[in-house]
């Protein structure tokens, strides 16, 4: 084998490659950019780097489907290098962004923007999403086709709703030409409007607006009729409700082409770590903290359970992180000014993985929803470690504790609920397109 400084070789760990039912331990050698070879008892090139993984998981890297990143316009809250730090630091290689930024991803130089802001941090690979309409408000779809063209890998209005219906149909007719999903932040506001929390005893018990079920339920029944109208992609992002499940598991049923997601708060949390409970009894909060406020709202225990089975049987199709992170001032305030968002790229990993310690999950199961399962809804290169993929893996320790301490996480959110909380899982390095990126200290 001839020399090659270009080389990593990742020795010993337990592989784990959904995508092709890979379970084993195993070197990994990646070359050139790509995965060389995945096998037992490879020898390292000349002048590659080795990498001891033993005791380690050794997965594809992490593949994000739903994040903000908040550049252009709200630099204070985020930017593209500190949120790909952020996301190298939890695994993640690939980061979808969402376009709710200032100005709005909808035009073919916004997308440009990104794509090459993100090159030049040189950490995760980033894939815009573009609007759906223009300035996000609804009502005149954008140039989808420029938009796509320029790189856009789907479209959404996140952080809103498309609620007129015949721009939401022509939305699904166009994207079939752009072959692209579309993403739909289901929130029906005539329902949500003064919400803070789900709908139920607990907000009663605390006085805050509540927030029904309903509101995303009844745009998600609506959306699926318009697949079912269109024959288009639909992508319900970060699912809550347990009624929603019903009409995307019966869309399933029908051949529909509907996906969906699902966050690692919504699977993990409830609507009474507001008044100061952890559902898990495992820890505490004091009332009416703001980290807790979230859109879509954390929601009931039977909805965390519902959301949990529907993972498992493929209802869902992946965990998204939905990342929100957001200056000290947004969410220092009383809770009904607070913003909504929890900073959550770099604990993800860690609250799923509580599910997997609980029994619920195992742990080819957490890998799937994090790698090759979201990187076949938007069709992303990546996700797998067969031969030739892109050099873009993840280790971690899936027993290793760890406390989250806000101030020491790379995204300038500081807004995480688990300040404090014990996790058991952590990421120790990542590498993208072959290069080691991150390296826990």
């Known amino acids: 084998m001839n020399g090659d400084a270009h080389a990593v070789l990742i020795r010993s760990g337990r592989v784990i490659d959904p995508a092709n039912g890979v379970d084993t331990t195993a070197d990994v050698l990646l070359r050139d950019g790509v995965v060389a070879e995945v096998g037992p008892g490879l020898s390292a090139p000349a002048g590659a780097r080795t990498i001891d993984a033993m005791g380690l998981v050794v997965t594809p890297g992490f593949v994000d489907l739903h994040a903000h990143l908040r550049e252009p316009g709200f630099e204070h809250k985020e930017t593209i290098r500190s949120g790909t730090e952020a996301a190298v630091a939890g695994g993640f290689t690939s980061v979808c962004c969402m376009p709710n930024t200032e100005p709005a991803l909808d035009t073919a130089a916004a997308i440009e923007f990104v ?21 996000r408000k609804g009502r005149e779809l954008s140039e989808m086709a420029e938009l796509a063209a320029a790189g856009a890998v789907a479209f959404s209005d996140d952080g809103d709703c498309v609620h007129d219906t015949g721009v939401m149909r022509h939305a699904l007719e166009y994207s079939l030409i752009v072959r692209r999903p579309i993403v739909q932040h289901a929130e029906d506001k005539s329902l949500s409007a003064g919400g803070q929390i789900n709908e139920g005893p607990v907000a009663a018990r605390l006085g805050l607006e509540g927030w029904p079920r309903q509101a995303e339920e009844i745009v998600v029944a609506r959306d699926v009729e318009l697949a079912a109208l269109t024959g288009a992609h ?19 049923q029908r051949g529909l082409r509907v996906t969906a997601e699902v966050t690692p708060h919504h699977l993990t949390l409830t609507d009474r770590l507001v008044e100061g409970h952890w559902w898990s009894a495992t820890a505490s909060l004091p009332p009416y903290d703001t980290s807790t406020k979230v859109n879509p709202p954390l929601r009931a225990e039977e909805d965390v359970a519902a959301l949990l089975e529907a993972l498992k049987d493929g209802t869902i199709n992946c965990v998204a992180t939905d990342h929100a992170p957001h200056a000290e001032t ?11 968002g929890i900073s959550n790229i770099e604990t993800a990993l860690g609250s799923v993985l509580s599910l997997m310690h609980a029994g619920k999950l195992d742990l080819a199961q957490v890998v799937a929803t994090m790698t090759s399962r979201p990187a076949a809804v938007f069709n992303l290169p990546g996700g797998t470690l067969s031969t030739g993929a892109p050099a873009d ?35 120790l390095f990542t590498v993208v397109g072959g290069e080691v990126v991150f390296e826990l200290e």
């Open 393 to 427: 893996v993840a280790a971690f320790d899936p027993d290793r504790e760890w406390c989250v301490n806000p101030q020491q996480l790379r995204s300038k959110g500081k807004n995480t609920p688990l300040a404090g909380h014990f996790l058991r899982g952590q990421v």
């Open 330 to 340: 947004d969410k220092h305030c009383e809770y009904a000014l607070a913003a909504f």
């Open 115 to 135: 794509r090459r802001t993100a090159r030049a941090a040189g950490l995760a690979r980033v894939y815009p999403i573009g609007a759906i309409t223009r300035g």
């Open 234 to 252: 639909l992508h319900v992002a970060h699912v809550s409700a347990a009624g929603s499940l019903e009409y995307i598991r019966k869309a399933k």
